[in-house]
């Protein structure tokens, strides 16, 4: 199991319809991100930024993210929820999270 972290920002004058979808996912969605190994998935907001968490318990991290970004009902999902949120410019070439570096765990 691989942990990880990521971040990044979030349109104050969105944060109410984001919430408003976040807790009436869609079960298309929550099907995919299960098939795609990813467990204990949550989001988190403070102060214009959104911090997801989740363990992925898969053998093959690239081909899970690829399956699910060649889902059709995600990228509709996307598709809404991406011009509510800003990347940071200090995110990694192609990512639109920004990853975070575990800095501590304990079980």
Known sequence: MERYGSIIGLKKSELKEYKRLHKNIWPEVAKIISDCNIRNYSI????????SYFE??????????????DNSVTQQWWDICKPM???????????????????????
């Open 56 to 69: 992925y318990i898969g053998k093959n991290y690239e081909k899970d993210m690829e399956k699910m970004a």
């Open 44 to 51: 988190y907001y403070k102060d214009g930024f959104l911090f």
């Open 85 to 107: 949120q800003t990347p940071l410019d200090t995110r990694k070439k192609n990512e639109w999270w920004a990853s975070m570096e575990e800095v501590f765990h304990q079980d």
